[in-house]
Nanobody, 119 residues
Framework: QVQLVESGGGLVQPGGSLRLSCAAS????????MGWYRQAPGKQRELVAS???????NYLDSVKGRFTISRDNAKNMVYLQMNSLKPEDTGVYFC?????????????WGQGTQVTVSS
């Protein structure tokens, strides 16, 4: 049984920081590309940051220089360090694990954690 469990969300003032964590179980974590998505009220879910199994990272343009994604394969964890937060960063943040192989695509989601940036 695959589980992705996010934690670390909350209410923070503009300019503040939060660190999201995602604990994965039931998968061979090192083989999966990991991503953080967010969904704001009334908007589509968007990819904020990703880190592939090789370690390469990609970011949404609006978070470059402020957010950092990292992974710890020994602990089956992926993190999202968010600095200089803005009100437009508000949303539910979801952890995603994805793997494409000859056997097909495997795609898993966490339940999400709320991030609210407001004064």
């Amino acid at each position: 049984q695959v589980q992705l469990v996010e934690s670390g969300g909350g209410l923070v003032q503009p300019g503040g920081s939060l660190r999201l964590s995602c604990a994965a179980s039931g998968i061979i974590f090192s083989l999966y590309d990991m991503g953080w998505y967010r969904q704001a009220p009334g908007k589509q879910r968007e990819l904020v940051a990703s880190i592939v199994s090789s370690g390469n990272r990609n970011y949404l343009d609006s978070v470059k220089g402020r957010f950092t994604i990292s992974r710890d394969n020994a602990k089956n964890m992926v993190y999202l360090q968010m600095n200089s937060l803005k009100p437009e960063d508000t949303g539910v943040y979801f952890c995603n694990a994805n793997r494409r192989s000859f056997a097909g695509v495997r795609d898993y989601w966490g339940q999400g954690t709320q991030v609210t940036v407001s004064s």
